[in-house]
C-alpha cells in the first residue's frame, strides 16, 4: 500500500518542483531553475528514499546540468535552485542529495549541502 501511495504522490511531487523552479528562475544567469528541476526530476524518488536504486534518468540529468553549468554564474544559480528545489520538497534527504553526483561519476566542485553559499562557487 505504501508503495501504493508513494508512486501516486510523485507526479505530484515533480509539478511541484517544475512550478517552483520556474518562479525562482534566474534572469541573470543562463541556467535557469526550470532546467535545474527537469534535469534533477528523476533523482526525486532517490533522493527521498522512494526508490533503493539511482535510476539512469537521475545521472543523465546530472551531467546534462553539469555540462550547461559552464560559468560561475551558471554554477552559482544551480545552487541556488538545488538549495530551493530541496526546501520545496521537505522529504529530500540531503546527506543522499550529496552522494548523487559522485555516484554519477560527476565532480561538481562545491559541496551540496543547505549551508553551501552559492555566492562563493566559482
Do not use: E, H, W
Not at 534535469?39 to 536504486?53: F, Q
Not at 540531503?94 to 543547505?114: E, H, L, Q, R
Amino acid at each position: 500500500m505504501a508503495a501504493v501511495l508513494n508512486s501516486r504522490k510523485t507526479p505530484q511531487v515533480v509539478a511541484v518542483l517544475v512550478v517552483v523552479a520556474l518562479l525562482a528562475s534566474s534572469a541573470s544567469a543562463a541556467i535557469t531553475c526550470g532546467q535545474v528541476g527537469s534535469s534533477l526530476a528523476p533523482c526525486i524518488p532517490y533522493a527521498t528514499g522512494r526508490a533503493s536504486a539511482l535510476p539512469s534518468s537521475c545521472c543523465s540529468g546530472v551531467k546534462s546540468l553539469n555540462s550547461a553549468a559552464r560559468t560561475s554564474a551558471d554554477r552559482q544559480a544551480a545552487c541556488r535552485c538545488l538549495k530551493s528545489l530541496a526546501n520545496s520538497v521537505k522529504s529530500v534527504n540531503m546527506g543522499t542529495v550529496a552522494t548523487i553526483p559522485g555516484k554519477c561519476g560527476v565532480s561538481v566542485g562545491f559541496p551540496i549541502s543547505m549551508s553551501t553559499d552559492c555566492n562563493k562557487i566559482s
